[in-house]
């Protein structure tokens, strides 16, 4: 049987953020555990895109991982919507002097357009204070409820859990990396996202 089939790839800053897959007559494509891996990487991607977004304070990027109606709770840090988040956080972040964050153990689990995850955080933030340099690593987790909807997978709500924090008195030399568009990904990613 012969089924045809059209791919929309979504492009932010050069690089696929979404594929929608269009099938003629509702014809399954996927088997179930198919779609369920495909979610998981999905989700995954738009995790890994939050990490780019606060490290290169890229607001367009942080945007697309709420939903528009999408919360986020991080506790004294800040509670209100994921987009009201990405303009709060990166604000803070342009007065620093660096910061990086990782992902680590992640657990996802989808039902249907629906899903729920877990993920570890590790983030560091460089700043001076006094003419003083200092280093806090905190570590903590991302309690995500997520939805797909026309085909996006993005963050519905959001709990951060700060699990604990050190700070440090430092003497940090900064490399070459850019915490804008500036960065050398920006163009190699633009390259493979649009190949």
């Known amino acids: 049987m012969l089924v045809?089939?059209?791919?929309?790839?979504?492009?932010?800053?050069?690089?696929?953020?979404?594929i929608k897959i269009n099938v003629d007559e509702g014809k399954t494509?996927?088997?179930?555990?198919?779609?369920?891996?495909?979610?998981?990487?999905?989700?995954?991607d738009v995790l890994k895109r939050y990490c780019r977004a606060m490290d290169r304070i890229d607001v367009d990027l942080g945007y697309t991982v709420w939903h528009?109606?999408?919360?986020?709770?991080?506790g004294s840090f800040y509670v209100g919507t994921g987009r009201g988040f990405i303009d709060w956080v990166c604000k803070y972040h342009s007065t620093l002097e660096a910061q990086s964050h990782q992902l680590a153990n992640m657990l996802i689990n989808i039902d249907g357009d629906c899903?729920?995850?877990?993920?570890?955080?590790?983030?560091?933030?460089i700043?001076?204070?006094?003419?003083?340099?200092?280093?806090?690593t905190g570590c903590g987790r991302y309690l995500d409820e997520w939805s797909c909807r026309a085909g996006l997978w993005a963050i519905d709500r959001r709990k951060f859990i700060y699990d604990f924090e050190y700070v440090r008195d430092a003497q940090m030399t900064l490399g070459w990396g850019r915490r804008d568009s500036a960065d050398p990904s920006y163009p190699l990613l633009g390259v493979l996202g649009s190949a």
């Open 4 to 18: 045809h089939f059209g791919v929309d790839s979504i492009f932010l800053h050069g690089e696929i953020i979404a």
């Open 115 to 125: 899903a729920v995850s877990e993920t570890y955080v590790t983030v560091t933030l």
């Open 68 to 74: 528009e109606d999408g919360l986020a709770d991080y």
């Open 29 to 44: 494509v996927m088997s179930e555990t198919e779609n369920i891996l495909l979610a998981k990487e999905k989700i995954a």
């Open 127 to 136: 700043g001076r204070k006094n003419e003083k340099q200092y280093v806090i």
